[in-house]
């Protein structure tokens, strides 16, 4: 049977370093604050701020939870992102997707300001993922990949690391996180012509495809490390991820477990993305 890799002790390990830090920026006088923005009223938008809002105190951030009706116009939406780029009190700000239909998603995420973007996405950001640099930040979910795999102690440079899902989001810039930590990266997508040949090639599996049980015994190796980004809610209400789990604890080395995987740890990087915003404004303030 596989080696299950718990999220829990992961996020509690980021959550200690984050909680050190807020009462650092306290003792300066910094209330580190995350600025919410919902639009509309989704189930799924709903629950990640309400998980968002749970946590949050465990890692020393305050919440300014911000609703917006179903009908708000562009310029209404663009016009509050300004204001809280411009809120000395508020550190980082997320927007959370998808936005009802009308609103154009592309424009709205490239308003946040580069400093306050705590969940890398504008433009700026991804772009500081691709060439290594802190332009802004990087998405919370490949970083809370790479958490996982650093505090299990596995193995990243030299081996071989197959991402399933080109995604601007998760697939795209986890490859490049891999990358940089010197792993040989093959990404695959809709129209990988043999995704069982390149995944059984793999030391490291990253099934972010968006599909349900997906990834499943056929193409999976005993050797294997399989890091399942996906989360779904199956009919019966309980969650999945995109490998199949029965079959994957029965084929890989070890594996991330959905629910209590990388959805766990997602949500303790981009409060601690919160800290590191907030720190990176006192010191420009202080320098001028
Ligand atoms: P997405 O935008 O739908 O992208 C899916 C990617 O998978 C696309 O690049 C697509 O290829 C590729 N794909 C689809 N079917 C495939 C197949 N049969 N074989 C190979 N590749 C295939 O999804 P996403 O936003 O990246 O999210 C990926 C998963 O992560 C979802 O299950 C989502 O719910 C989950 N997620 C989890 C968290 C978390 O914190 N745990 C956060 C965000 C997302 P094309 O580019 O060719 O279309």
Known sequence: MAEILYGAPVADAIRERSKKESEALGREGVRPCLALVRIGDRADTASY???????????????????LPEDTSAE??????????????????LLLLPLPAGLDADALRNRI?????????????????????????APATPRAVMEILHYYRIPVAGKRAVVIGRSP??????????????????????????????VRDAEIVIAALGKPEAVGAGILGKDQILVDVGIHRKEDGTLCGDADRAQAELSVRALTPVPGGVGAVTTAVLLQNVLEAASRQLKYRREG
């Open 49 to 67: 701020a309400a998980g968002l809002k749970k946590n949050a105190p465990k890692s020393g951030v305050l919440i300014r939870s911000i609703g």
């Open 76 to 93: 209404e939406a663009a016009r509050l992102l300004e204001d809280l780029n411009s809120d000395p009190a508020v550190h980082g700000i």
């Open 113 to 137: 300001a580069p400093e306050k973007d705590v969940d890398g996405a504008t433009d700026l950001s991804q772009a500081g993922v691709f060439e290594g640099k802190d332009l802004g930040f």
């Open 169 to 198: 989001v998760v697939g795209r810039p986890l490859a490049m996180m891999l990358l940089r930590e010197n792993a040989t990266v093959t990404v695959c997508h809709s129209r990988t012509a043999d995704l069982a040949a390149a």
